[in-house]
T-cell receptor, first 111, second 114 residues
Framework: EAQVTQNPRYLITVTGKKLTVTCSQN?????MSWYRQDPGLGLRQIYY???????DKGDVPEGYKVSRKEKRNFPLILESPSPNQTSLYFC??????????FGQGTRLTVV | AQSVTQLDSQVPVFEEAPVELRCNYS??????LFWYVQYPNQGLQLLLK??????LVKGINGFEAEFNKSQTSFHLRKPSVHISDTAEYFC????????????FGTGTSLTVIP
């Protein structure tokens, strides 16, 4: 089954404790991206990747890092999380812009 | 870069009434168009997409949308809504000129009233 898998689904952490949210897709898509969803603000792009070892900033990259060492994986790293990063996060992948496939989301709370 | 505007942040509608959710984008050159739906506590699911061909696109659950290039719009319609249509709806554009980047609107919350 074609899918994008994110883990964990829910995460509560404390300020400053490094964390990684994993994202994996099994569709051989070149394009992958991370979004955060906040009430009234819709989906805002954090980072995206056009291919292996090619990443670029989206609209709200501050406080986040990503890497793309393999085509299928695109982890999101928060080196020092802060409460304003409390949000719902989505990973997505796409082939040539024809459709974005989304993971189930990760609800992150930073206290 | 593209910008996507969903003109209504909240739309209440009575059950079995028709509904239209509006979406406008900034440039009509080389784009694909999408509507996604997000049910409470779930991820985003594709409702329908326009890639090429007929400007009237039919999707799942009885929804349809019409691509209007001159007005740079892609409004979503359903002739008769059900309680189960209560959800958040996102319009999105994929822009060839920026390497098929996806741009999303801020969403429209559809509430169907019994």
């Amino acid at each position: 089954e074609a899918q994008v898998t994110q883990n964990p689904r829910y995460l509560i952490t404390v300020t400053g404790k490094k964390l990684t949210v994993t994202c994996s897709q099994n569709m051989n898509h070149e394009y992958m991206s991370w979004y955060r969803q906040d009430p009234g603000l819709g989906l805002r792009q954090i980072y995206y990747s056009m291919n292996v070892e090619v990443t670029d900033k989206g609209d709200v990259p501050e406080g986040y890092k990503v890497s793309r060492k393999e085509k299928r994986n695109f982890p999101l790293i928060l080196e020092s999380p802060s409460p304003n990063q409390t949000s719902l996060y989505f990973c997505a992948s796409s082939w040539s812009g024809r459709e974005a496939f989304f993971g189930q989301g990760t609800r992150l709370t930073v206290v | 870069a593209q910008s996507v505007t969903q003109l209504d942040s909240q739309v209440p509608v009575f059950e079995e009434a028709p509904v239209e959710l509006r979406c406008n984008y900034s440039s009509s050159v080389s784009v694909y168009l999408f509507w996604y739906v997000q049910y409470p506590n779930q991820g985003l699911q594709l409702l329908l997409k326009y890639l090429s061909g007929s400007t009237l696109v039919k999707g799942i659950n009885g929804f349809e949308a019409e691509f209007n290039k001159s007005q740079t719009s892609f409004h979503l319609r359903k002739p008769s809504v059900h309680i189960s249509d209560t959800a958040e709806y996102f319009c999105a554009v994929s822009d060839w000129d920026t390497g098929n980047q996806f741009y999303f609107g801020t969403g429209t919350s559809l509430t169907v009233i019994p």
